[in-house]
């Protein structure tokens, strides 16, 4: 297991809600030994002028996952994981239901971590491919 401390999906999702993702509706439905799982609704709130899922809302649901991921594989009293570094590959359209995004890591360094996010349509296709580099800092006061 890669986790400091294994975490429940409701935990995570207890977290306070005023953020993005929040907003967006994504939820954390599963937390394997190496693996993050988490779903965001292809709704008004995610979509682009043409109806489909905006761009910018898969990249808010990979680096709430690579960022999640990164907190769970530290220590939250000594650092905190902040987004360095994120691209995406959008690979088809989506117009409605939902998508689940899977994360794992690439690399789990002592200052940076990388995670690959693939998310996937209802219908279980690819729809967008993601890395993520996170910086590990210290706290500070």
């Known amino acids: 297991m890669i986790w400091f401390r294994k975490f429940t999906p409701e935990e995570i999702n207890g977290r306070p809600t005023n953020h993005i993702g929040a907003l967006l509706g994504i939820k954390f439905v599963e937390i394997g030994d190496d693996y993050l799982v988490a779903t965001m609704p292809v709704d008004e709130r995610t979509h682009q002028p043409a109806g489909i899922l905006h761009g910018g809302a898969s990249v808010v649901l990979a680096e709430t996952l690579g960022s999640i991921a990164s907190y769970l594989c530290t220590d939250p009293e000594k650092y905190v994981a ?10 088809r359209p989506v117009r409605s239901g939902e998508v689940r995004g899977v994360c794992r890591p690439i690399h789990i360094g002592a200052k940076t971590h990388v995670w690959e996010i693939k998310m996937y349509t209802d219908k279980d296709k690819m729809n967008c491919i993601s890395r993520l580099t996170v910086a590990i ?3 500070t006061g």
């Open 82 to 91: 902040v987004g360095l570094e994120v691209n995406a590959n959008h690979l």
């Open 137 to 139: 800092l210290p706290k």
